[in-house]
């Protein structure tokens, strides 16, 4: 549906949380309304109809991905399967249910457990600040193929983490400067570089408002079902420490989290 410059304009100062949601419903009561093109006015009439009724729209989760099903060149990781086994892990645990009977008064949107899932560590959809972040990642691996010294992954790291060692003709690689993101291996073409350890990393406790706080990453590269565990275990461990409609992120800081030993990564 077109939208008239004003209303582009107007929907950008929605905050960005709830953005998507305000806008569909824009074009929804739009379109049951017989327009073509979404103006200003349409955005003020569902703005004013959307806060009124804010607490109906609350299902006591935001779960969010990137673009990265639509053909993204930077994705390093499919999430899709993934983000539909979250969605049903946090349907079962009915949070709104939870917050409803810990909340007094009506609920905000900040009251809702914010998680996502970014396919590489651009992180469009932003896992830095939400209560659990998930961001697809692969690491490098270097094989026994010869190297013929073109320094294509050296241009392709963003991070600096790769140089190549003239002495001994192989890309060297800084693996605490390395996001694992997979570029240099995308743009090895002698298949010195292949992908290592393939998985998710994991961020937990960010969030924005009057104090912002950037999430901490769990060390480690994750698969789908170690993912699951610690996003189970995040759950319990939310209900049982949340009072009032306490959030995720300052209960984080106050009393930390660390995933089970069958979680983690060995040494």
Not at 2 to 15: C, G, H, L, R, S
Not at 64 to 73: R, V, Y
Not at 78 to 104: G, H, P, T, Y
Request: aromatic share 6%; charged share 30%; hydrophobic share 35%.
């Amino acid at each position: 549906m077109k939208w008239t410059p004003d209303a582009e304009n107007a929907i950008k100062k929605v905050p960005f949380f709830v953005r998507k949601r305000v806008k569909a419903r824009v074009e929804k009561e739009a379109q049951e309304s017989g327009k073509t093109t979404v103006s200003l006015i349409e955005v003020k009439a569902t703005q004013k109809k959307y806060l009124s009724s804010m607490s109906s729209e609350i299902k006591g989760f935001q779960l969010d991905a990137c673009f990265g099903s639509s053909g993204c060149p930077n994705r390093t990781i499919d999430s899709a399967r993934l983000l539909q086994k979250i969605e049903k892990i946090l349907k079962k645990e009915n949070l709104l249910k939870f917050l409803k009977q810990q909340v007094k008064g009506d609920l905000k949107f900040h009251h809702e457990l914010r998680v996502t899932l970014a396919d590489c560590p651009n992180a469009c959809s932003q896992p830095q600040i939400k209560d659990i972040g998930i961001i697809g990642a692969v690491s490098p691996l270097i094989t026994e193929e010869p190297c013929t010294l073109c320094e294509m992954c050296v241009e392709a790291c963003k991070e600096n983490a790769v140089k190549i060692d003239p002495k001994s003709d192989v890309p060297d690689i800084d693996y605490n400067l390395c996001l694992n993101c997979g570029q240099c291996i995308t743009v090895c073409p002698t298949g010195t570089l292949a992908e290592g350890e393939k998985g998710f990393r994991v961020q937990l406790g960010g969030k924005l408002g009057r104090h912002p706080i950037l999430a901490k990453e769990i060390k480690g590269i994750f698969t789908e079902e170690e993912v699951l565990s610690i996003v189970t275990e995040i759950l319990s461990f939310y209900k049982k420490y949340s009072k009032n409609g306490e959030r995720f992120s300052e209960l984080f800081q106050k009393y930390g989290y660390t995933p089970s030993n069958h979680i983690l990564k060995s040494p």
